[in-house]
């Protein structure tokens, strides 16, 4: 029943390469978010969108850029991926803001060599 | 940056006994919100508070939201094996909507 897909799922990169990360929702939720989840720091904000080509900056957006061309999709792109950006990222969907929970896919475990 | 410090980081105890996290910030929320997540999954949401003060009891859990909106609790009765899995507080500012997530609880019940 899962209404939000992330691929891929796992993914080893080199450094300097680009990387694609695809966050797929079918619940027609206004807000999506992208997070990073490292031990010690728990989850981190990277970027968010409140709608078609509404995209804002997270706490920990240096190094990556996102899109968002239509309501399902929002794309996580590292432009030249670095070991530091090594990390399991999880995207997230809201329907509205405020006290509303926040729905999450299964993450991509991201490795940068 | 607002923080939010869980405690504590790790816990291991035996089947059937009673536990209790903290969460706790110097900064005000909200609302709080509670999160699980098992291995390979991403967290999954166990419930909201709102009010200050406010307690919410989902089965063996109860959630407490400190008077002064900084602070919140979940204690775990009789815990069981199933309750096995990393806990994350999570505060949604004011203002900007957002929600800043704690370190998490690292949870182990032993059969």
């Known amino acids: 029943d899962a209404g939000i897909t992330q691929s891929p799922r796992h993914k080893v990169t080199e450094t300097g390469t680009p990387v694609t990360l695809r966050c797929h929702q079918t619940?027609?939720?206004?807000?999506m978010y992208w997070y990073r989840q490292d031990p010690g720091h728990g989850l981190r904000l990277i970027h968010y969108s409140y709608g078609v080509k509404d995209t804002d900056k997270g706490e920990v957006s240096d190094g990556y850029s996102v899109s968002r061309s239509k309501t399902e999709d929002f794309l996580l792109t590292l432009e030249s991926a670095t070991s530091s950006q090594t990390s399991v990222y999880f995207c997230?969907?809201?329907?509205?803001?405020?006290?509303?929970?926040?729905?999450f896919g299964s993450g991509t475990r991201l490795t940068v060599v | 940056t607002q923080l939010l410090e869980q405690s504590p980081q790790f816990l291991s105890i035996q089947e059937g006994e009673n536990l209790t996290v903290y969460c706790n910030s110097s900064?005000?929320?909200?609302?709080l919100q509670w999160y699980r997540q098992e291995p390979g999954e991403g967290p999954v949401l166990l419930v909201t508070v709102v009010t200050g003060g406010e307690v919410k009891k989902l089965k063996r859990l109860t959630f407490q939201f400190g008077d002064a909106r900084k602070d919140s609790s979940l204690h775990i009765t009789a815990a069981q094996p199933g309750d096995t899995g990393l806990y994350l507080c999570a505060g949604l500012n004011f203002g900007n909507e957002k929600l800043t997530f704690g370190t998490g609880t690292r949870l182990t019940i032993i059969p």
């Open positions: 619940e027609n939720h206004r807000y």
């Open positions: 997230a969907i809201s329907a509205l803001q405020g006290n509303y929970g926040y729905t």
């Open positions: 900064s005000v929320f909200s609302s």
